[in-house]
């Protein structure tokens, strides 16, 4: 029975409200096959998905990525499939109370309303499945829209209402699946999607921050903190986005860092310094024949692989895991790992790792 209601929810879906979809992947990893992904170890990562990007690459999924400290997982954005990968890789639904979203581009939430609605699909009294209250951690409004780029008329989406928050972002959700959770919970006595979620937009410092200001130099600010992590975060640059999160999770066991999205930042450095770990975002368009509008986005919102060993460098951190990652080149339609580590270790003395789907990689 809890198969069939599985597979009627899986038909559904709604850009961040439901999006799940999942090829087979390339996974690497460093910790046994026995228990969920870390269970070895005190601290790790789970790499649920290293793509950047909306388009759908058959092979790969979005970018989302689990920190286990003790065993349990806290997630960083919700890519396409992540939902998936989430299962596929050994951890579990029941475990997951925290969710970090690092902005609100499509390809960071695709798969966000589907950890409630599909990870939370099953009874939580006899099957491992998500339950309330699930804390999540993200942008707010962000206030206003900047200019298309080089003055084109655009149309504005929900002009009422065009810059919507992750709280909204989630109403919204709720609502537009509301007859399906309706008829669930009154067909098969299923938990209340809505009721899982507890959303908490990141109050921002008074730096000055606004969608047309949005990364003035910013000292890491709190986020949260339990008995296993404690959680800062910094603005960092993302073309027109704001706000945009790097995150930084320090625990016992050590600290890593999470870019999130992001052109080469001074305020993610100052975040990122000493970590044991830097998770940083990269993509490559030596040789591309992107349009001029495409290669000033991918020049104002993120950061060159060619150029992200310089950012470990100047963060004091060992070890840069390279993710969200895309190449533009010309000869390269599956990443060269060879070519893309020798890109990273450039001006960078620390110890490289190219990201694959479903590896874990131990930090304690």
């Not at 409630?116 to 206003?144: C, E, N, R, T």
């Not at 890491?220 to 790097?246: E, I, K, N, Q």
Request: net charge negative; hydrophobic share 40%; proline share 8%.
């Amino acid at each position: 029975m809890l198969a069939g209601i599985g597979g009627f929810a899986a038909v559904l879906g709604l850009s961040a409200c439901a999006s799940s979809d999942s090829g087979q992947q390339a996974a690497a990893t460093t910790t046994a096959a026995a228990g969920p992904p870390g269970s070895d170890s005190k601290l790790a990562l789970v790499l649920l998905g290293t793509q950047a990007g909306p388009p759908v690459v058959p092979d790969r999924t979005g970018i989302s990525t689990a920190l286990v400290v003790d065993g349990t997982p806290y997630l960083v954005d919700c890519g396409r499939a992540s939902v998936t990968q989430y299962r596929r890789s050994g951890l579990k639904f029941a475990a997951l109370k925290n969710i970090f979203i690092t902005h609100l581009h499509a390809d960071h939430v695709a798969d966000y309303y589907n950890f409630f609605m599909l990870g939370g699909g099953s009874d939580p009294k006899i099957d491992d499945a998500v339950s309330g209250p699930v804390q999540v951690y993200g942008p707010g409004p962000a206030g206003g829209l900047q200019p298309a780029f080089g003055g084109a008329p655009v149309p504005t989406a929900v002009p009422e209402n065009p810059t919507p928050g992750l709280a909204e972002l989630t109403r919204r959700c709720n609502e537009a699946f509301a007859y399906s959770n309706n008829v669930l919970m009154r067909d098969t006595g299923l938990q209340d999607t809505a009721a899982i979620a507890v959303v908490n937009e990141i109050a921002l410092p008074p730096i000055g921050a606004t969608f047309e200001n949005t990364h003035p130099p910013t000292a890491p600010f709190p986020v949260m903190s339990d008995d296993r992590v404690r959680v800062t975060a910094t603005l960092v640059p993302h073309g027109p986005v704001f706000p945009s999160f790097g995150f930084r999770f320090d625990t016992e066991y050590g600290s890593v860092t999470f870019s999130g999205d992001t052109a080469i930042s001074d305020n993610l450095i100052e975040l990122a310094r000493g970590s044991d770990v830097l998770v940083h975002e990269s993509v490559n368009i030596e040789g591309s024949q992107l349009s001029t509008a495409a290669k000033d986005h991918m020049i104002q919102s993120h950061t060159q692989v060619q150029e992200v060993g310089s950012v470990a460098e100047r963060a004091d951190v060992p070890k840069l895991v390279v993710s969200h990652v895309a190449d533009f080149g010309p000869t390269t339609p599956n990443l060269d790992m060879t070519q893309w580590t020798n890109w990273a270790k450039q001006g960078y003395s620390g110890d490289v790792i190219i990201g694959n789907d479903l590896q874990t990689i131990t930090v304690r």
